[in-house]
């Protein structure tokens, strides 16, 4: 940047304050004025000549102070729009990161409603489920009651069968006696 303005400041080559390097003048230039106007402006009525001296004109150090004076405005202009800027730069960075946040709190949001959505529908879930689990656990529990109670009909059907004939069974004192009459009296088997 400074480059630059050195580069602005500077014409072919040389800066603006030495352009014109035989236009200084170290010493006042002396003029001799006519004895009217000198009388007139100093006042004296005497005939004597009377010298004037111009105001000396240093133009390189004029030159380079002007130079200095606008070279350092340039600065703070620079500077003023380096910072500017800046801080529009950080002003775009902090509005991307707050509209970033709000976006991020706004998933957030909606995630977190989404969640409780997803929650108490699982809870739903959950209360079905555990409804038809007891459901068919009292279904189990009806048929296996069921089918105990026939298994015990079943059961006391056949205790009563073998009862009855069990009357008819051959016991260990009726055997010589069941043998002695099968033989006395044999039937065809077919």
């Given amino acids: 940047m400074l480059r630059r ?16 390097r035989s236009a200084r ?3 006042p230039d002396r003029t001799f004025a006519s004895s009217a106007t ?16 111009e105001p000396r004109v240093d133009t390189y150090v004029e030159r380079r102070r002007a130079w200095e004076k606008e070279l350092n405005a340039r600065r703070k202009e620079w ?3 380096f910072e500017a800027r800046a801080d529009a730069k950080a002003a775009e960075v902090q ?4 509209r970033i946040e709000g976006e991020k709190a706004a998933r ?6 989404k969640s409780a959505a997803r929650a ?10 555990a409804r038809a689990k007891e459901t068919a656990l009292r279904r189990k529990a009806v048929v296996r009651a069921q089918r105990d109670f026939v298994a015990h009909l079943r059961k006391t059907a056949r205790e009563e069968e073998l009862l009855k004939a069990s009357r008819n069974w051959v016991t260990a004192e009726d ?16």
């Fill in 38 to 53: 000198a009388r007139a402006s100093a006042g004296s009525s005497s005939g004597e000549p009377s010298i004037e001296f």
């Fill in 120 to 129: 108490e529908e699982v809870a739903r879930e959950e209360k079905a489920r």
């Fill in 5 to 20: 303005a050195v580069r602005e400041l500077t014409t072919a080559g040389y800066p603006a304050w030495c352009s014109s």
């Fill in 175 to 190: 055997l010589d006696e069941r043998i002695r009459h099968a033989l006395e009296n044999p039937r065809p088997m077919y």
């Fill in 108 to 113: 957030k949001a909606a995630k977190a409603l």
């Fill in 95 to 98: 509005s991307e990161r707050e």
């Fill in 79 to 81: 500077a003023a729009e």
């Fill in 25 to 27: 003048a170290l010493v």
